[in-house]
T-cell receptor
Framework: QKEVEQNSGPLSVPEGAIASLNCTYS??????FFWYRQYSGKSPELIMS????GDKEDGRFTAQLNKASQYVSLLIRDSQPSDSATYLC???????FGQGTILTVHP | NAGVTQTPKFQVLKTGQSMTLQCAQD?????MYWYRQDPGMGLRLIYY???????DKGEVPNGYNVSRLNKREFSLRLESAAPSQTSVYFC????????????FGPGTRLTVL
């Protein structure tokens, strides 16, 4: 089992819809959880960080963490074509990255 | 304020050649990292430096060496390049090791023939 696994993609949603990205992790001692966005040919950039159970909202983005279930998710409300990218989940003591989920938002 | 810079942007090597990838950050961060990214495999940690003067192996250190030259600079060396090292390499930095946001450089696309 991989240390960090993301829901298989690619994920395609219509403009204005909610995109839901999911991630599970195996290291129960994980304290920090991150979602990065990576456009094709570019470097990853941070979307959200979350450190405690519950929800954290930032504009159209909401990160949800459930340590008991070892699960972290990212919701993107009112999805825009500019949100089309690969989303990387990261967790664990040495910050292991998932394989990424490709999101496409179509007009 | 350039953030994290990497050189070169692109490089083609022949099997057995050596090269050094350079990375520098101007954010006064303590920790620096080298990752490689291959299609469908996310980012994998090669080496990291939690603070100036220390370096440690990550998930995939074989075939690489690193030097933390000072607080700003962290280099990655391939002593004898192999085709399996064809990848995109990212350098990153953060205030503290692994617990805080990492800022990434633009990447180096390396091809080993």
């Amino acid at each position: 089992q991989k240390e960090v696994e993301q829901n298989s993609g690619p994920l395609s949603v219509p403009e204005g819809a909610i995109a839901s990205l999911n991630c599970t992790y195996s290291d129960r001692g994980s304290q920090s959880f991150f979602w990065y966005r990576q456009y094709s040919g570019k470097s990853p950039e941070l979307i959200m960080s979350i450190y405690s159970n519950g929800d954290k909202e930032d504009g159209r983005f909401t990160a949800q963490l459930n340590k008991a279930s070892q699960y972290v998710s990212l919701l993107i409300r009112d999805s825009q074509p500019s949100d089309s990218a690969t989303y990387l989940c990261a967790a664990g003591g040495k910050l292991t990255f998932g394989q990424g989920t490709i999101l496409t938002v179509h007009p | 304020n350039a953030g994290v810079t990497q050189t070169p942007k692109f490089q083609v090597l022949k099997t057995g050649q050596s090269m050094t990838l350079q990375c520098a950050q101007d954010m006064n961060h303590n920790s620096m990292y080298w990752y490689r990214q291959d299609p469908g495999m996310g980012l994998r940690l090669i080496y990291y430096s939690a603070s100036e003067g220390t370096t440690d192996k990550g998930e995939v250190p074989n075939g690489y060496n690193v030097s933390r030259l000072n607080k700003r600079e962290f280099s990655l060396r391939l002593e004898s390049a192999a085709p399996s090292q064809t990848s995109v390499y990212f350098c990153a930095s953060s205030e503290a090791p692994f617990l805080r946001e990492q800022f990434f450089g633009p990447g180096t696309r390396l091809t080993v023939l």
